[in-house]
T-cell receptor, first 115, second 112 residues
Framework: GAVVSQHPSRVICKSGTSVKIECRSLDFQATTMFWYRQFPKQSLMLMATSNEGSKATYEQGVEKDKFLINHASLTLSTLTVTSAHPEDSSFYIC???????????FGPGTRLTVL | QKEVEQNSGPLSVPEGAIASLNCTYS??????FFWYRQYSGKSPELIMS????GDKEDGRFTAQLNKASQYVSLLIRDSQPSDSATYLC????????????FGRGTQLTVWP
């Protein structure tokens, strides 16, 4: 299967700071990337859909000014959590699709803890 | 009504038994259905995809789809302790390729 990486795998930050998470497709061109958030014992909740070279589409209830998404190339998307607060602490996971396929390949996730 | 519902579990089966996981969905327009496995603290990994009514087999796994009943299931034959994980059912949202609804997952434990 295709390989998707995320960096960092774990981050701890102070309340009010911004955190950037990178998602890379390593062996294919990802025309679309997705960002999910998962709270403990909950399911994955789609936050936004990102297409290379265009603005991300955010799901209802997700603040686009707080969760900035950039998909500058076919192999890289970034999620920046701005002015992070403790309630933003969660497991953030990206996924990618490409080549007209709808199968999503997930990155390993980033555990964010905001103190 | 939630978009994707799964039997909440937890489900516990002995090694070698068949584990049966169920999922119902609400959007009749959905065309793509997936089962993912998620180990604790890890991201999901794809087990199977299914698009047509009927059964699809891959090794010890069989996915079953019934669009009329809006029902998807996953059978795991000869269950192994390494199959112990949370299984997530995912259904496409239609309008955009790859946008998925996920169920909350069913936790499966296979005991030796």
């Amino acid at each position: 299967g295709a390989v998707v990486s995320q960096h960092p795998s774990r981050v701890i930050c102070k309340s009010g700071t911004s955190v950037k998470i990178e998602c890379r497709s390593l062996d294919f061109q990802a025309t679309t990337m997705f960002w999910y958030r998962q709270f403990p014992k909950q399911s994955l909740m789609l936050m936004a859909t990102s297409n290379e070279g265009s603005k991300a589409t955010y799901e209802q209830g997700v603040e686009k000014d707080k969760f900035l998404i950039n998909h500058a190339s076919l192999t890289l998307s970034t999620l920046t959590v701005t002015s992070a607060h403790p309630e933003d602490s969660s497991f953030y996971i990206c996924s990618a699709t490409g080549g007209g396929q709808d199968t999503q390949y997930f990155g390993p996730g980033t555990r964010l803890t905001v103190l | 009504q939630k978009e994707v519902e799964q039997n909440s579990g937890p489900l516990s089966v002995p090694e070698g038994a068949i584990a049966s996981l169920n999922c119902t969905y609400s959007d009749r327009g959905s065309q793509s259905f997936f089962w993912y496995r998620q180990y604790s603290g890890k991201s999901p990994e794809l087990i199977m995809s299914i698009y047509s009514n009927g059964d699809k087999e891959d090794g010890r796994f069989t996915a079953q789809l019934n669009k009329a009943s809006q029902y998807v299931s996953l059978l795991i034959r000869d269950s192994q302790p390494s199959d112990s994980a949370t299984y997530l059912c995912a259904v496409d949202r239609g309008s955009t390729l790859g946008r998925l609804y996920f169920g909350r997952g069913t936790q499966l434990t296979v005991w030796p």
